[in-house]
């Protein structure tokens, strides 16, 4: 079977970078401009994998992205941390003096925003996605505006790099993660899982369930908290734990049915982290 990955944003984006980095170059791309479009394109059959950003070392859980893996039962099969570089792009034969205004993401400005203050006469506009604006500026020929986007954008679009490396925190990384409908099979080389848990408003219930995990060599490497749906003040956490022995992981599985109120794997999969 083809298969046709879905990404967030369009071809020359990060989510597509990462769709390239797992799957080659020659892969059949689904663009959507939401989250929401691609968890649907994934439901319908359109596209049989999704690419999806998680986290970022900046702005933190992409909090609306978990409750939509656990929603429609989606599951993590791979994942990959993606430095995150932002160049400022347009048509050819232009310097920065005659750029009249940028479009990007919002992310994007923000990141860059020390950059520009030292070019004032430049406008920010807030717009759908980094590369699909690289795209319009090529197809629709619109000089004296830039993008802020990937350089593979660059590339793809025929666009010349202007300015390089614009984003104020250097070390800036994304957490992607590869989803889809279909349960995986599970080889045993795997090192990392993603779990959800409810628990009930018992005091220590929380601290009981992390020392499991720890008497159980998990080493936990993210918990967040959501909300559950019309249930104030009740609470569901996701955790990322990384492990050695998969038997260990088989272990805390077992005590962890037992002591969560709702228990879910929503991946079991290779850790990204090199």
Request: aromatic share 8%.
């Given at each position: ?61 992409i ?11 989606l ?9 995150i570089h ?65 350089k ?37 080389e ?7 848990f409810q ?20 080493n ?12 104030p ?39 990204g982290?090199?």
């Open positions: 079977m083809k298969k046709i990955i879905a990404i967030q944003g369009a071809e020359g984006s990060n989510h597509h970078k990462v769709a390239r980095n797992f799957y080659g170059n020659s892969i059949q791309l689904k663009e959507c401009m939401s989250f929401d479009e691609l968890v649907d394109s994934l439901l319908n059959k359109s596209a049989n994998l999704g690419v999806m950003a998680l986290e970022n070392t900046i702005a933190g859980s909090i609306p992205n978990y409750a939509l893996i656990d929603k429609y039962n599951h993590i099969t791979d994942e990959e941390y993606l430095n932002h160049h400022l792009m347009a048509l050819k034969g232009q310097a920065i003096e005659d750029i009249k205004e940028v479009w990007s993401h919002p992310m994007a400005l923000l990141q860059c925003k020390e950059f520009f203050k030292k070019h004032p006469h430049i406008k920010l506009v807030e717009d759908v996605d980094t590369a699909e604006v690289a795209k319009r500026i090529s197809k629709e020929n619109l000089q004296g505006i830039a993008a802020i986007a990937p593979i954008a660059a590339e793809i679009f025929d666009l010349e790099v202007i300015e390089d490396e614009l984003q104020t925190i250097k070390d800036n990384a994304t957490r992607f993660v590869i989803i889809q409908t279909e349960k995986p099979k599970i080889n045993e795997v090192n990392k899982a993603s779990l959800k628990l009930d408003h018992k005091r220590g219930s929380l601290a009981a369930i992390l020392n499991v995990l720890s008497d159980c060599k998990m936990l490497t993210k918990i967040q908290s959501l909300p559950v749906i019309e249930t003040w009740k609470y569901s956490f996701f955790v990322d734990v990384t492990f050695e022995a998969y038997k260990d992981y088989e272990k805390v599985k077992a005590i962890m049915e037992i002591m969560a109120e709702e228990f879910k794997i929503l991946g079991t999969y290779k850790n982290r090199k």
